[in-house]
């Protein structure tokens, strides 16, 4: 990021490359619906590159590029109120590229998966999805969201366990 502050835009290309997979899963995971889902994702890269001149060194780039999105969402969701994500309802083109060879096991297993992460409650789901999708550690999470660890680490914990009982239980 510090070389796209001083111009370098293959430098941008190379973060876009690294992070639009997890952002997108992220941000699509965390909406309704895909179209929602691709204007928040291209609203976020904008706000990239609309900071570039501003941006400074205070965490890894990911932290603060999560810390954008999850503001961008708290926006939408006080627009719309607190919605769930419905992945079994969403497009299922966008997440064909994400599955793996489905087989009907596989299918059954991550319909379970999608449904037990839409019933959690928001908070939770955000925290499981910015370490999942994210990659990021729980004070890289508590950072980009303003929670604090023991937050974080609760949210994550409870999540974990609300999936695993969703997945044993299936």
Same mark, same amino acid.
């Given at each position: 990021m510090l070389a796209y502050r001083q111009g370098d835009v293959r430098a941008f290309e190379t973060l876009y490359g690294r992070h639009k =997979?997890?952002?997108y899963r992220f941000v699509l995971r965390s909406v309704r619906e895909r179209g929602q889902a691709e204007e928040l994702y291209q609203e976020i890269w904008m706000r990239v590159i609309e900071a570039r001149g501003r941006y400074t060194v205070?965490?890894?780039? +990911?932290t603060w590029?999560?810390?954008i999105a999850h503001h961008r969402l708290v926006d939408h969701? %006080? %627009?719309r109120g607190l919605q769930l994500v419905d992945l079994e =309802?969403?497009?299922t083109a966008a997440h %064909?590229?994400?599955e793996p060879e489905p087989r009907a096991a596989g299918r059954e297993d991550l319909q379970r998966l999608a449904a037990a992460l839409a019933a959690l409650p928001e908070l939770q789901r955000e925290t499981f999805l910015l370490h999942e999708e994210g990659g990021m550690t729980l004070a890289e999470i508590a950072a980009a969201t303003g929670s604090t660890g023991d937050a974080v680490k +609760? %949210?994550?914990r409870y999540a974990l366990a609300r999936l695993r009982?969703?997945?044993d239980d299936g």
């Open positions: =997979g997890p952002l205070q965490a890894k780039f +990911s590029l999560y810390a969701w %006080r %627009r =309802g969403a497009d %064909r590229a994400y +609760s %949210r994550l009982k969703a997945m």
